[in-house]
Nanobody
Framework: QVQLVESGGGLVQAGGSLRLSCAVS????????MGWFRQAPRKEREFVAA????????YYADFVKGRFTISRDNAKNTVYLQMNSLKPEDTAVYYC???????????????WGQGTQVTVSS
């Protein structure tokens, strides 16, 4: 089993920044990639970014390129999502997830955190 715990969400004004963290524990050997997804009210869960543990290869959704940065600290088993230039449409619950390999589809991810709320006011 793999446990994921997100933190760092909150309320921020448009144009502001937040950094989300995802602490990973448990049997992580088979999970080579981590992803961030988000889900806004009445919308489907959507991919935000992904990173591989070993090489640090990253992959982003088009709507966050240049604003969000995903990173990882292998020693701390923690993945981060730095979010800059936030917009009201970024308001959502953000989830981190673990997968056997890099991907952008939610079905590829085996383990999920409980989510952290990000609210961007205009």
């Amino acid at each position: 089993q793999v446990q994921l715990v997100e933190s760092g969400g909150g309320l921020v004004q448009a144009g502001g920044s937040l950094r989300l963290s995802c602490a990973v524990s448990g049997r992580t050997d088979s999970q080579s990639a981590m992803g961030w997804f988000r889900q806004a009210p009445r919308k489907e869960r959507e991919f935000v970014a992904a990173i591989s543990w070993s090489a640090g290869t990253t992959y982003y959704a088009d709507f966050v390129k240049g604003r969000f940065t995903i990173s990882r600290d292998n020693a701390k088993n923690t993945v981060y999502l730095q979010m800059n230039s936030l917009k009201p449409e970024d308001t959502a619950v953000y989830y981190c997830a673990a997968a056997p390999k890099m991907g952008w589809r939610a079905v590829q991810y085996n383990y999920w955190g409980q989510g952290t709320q990000v609210t961007v006011s205009s």
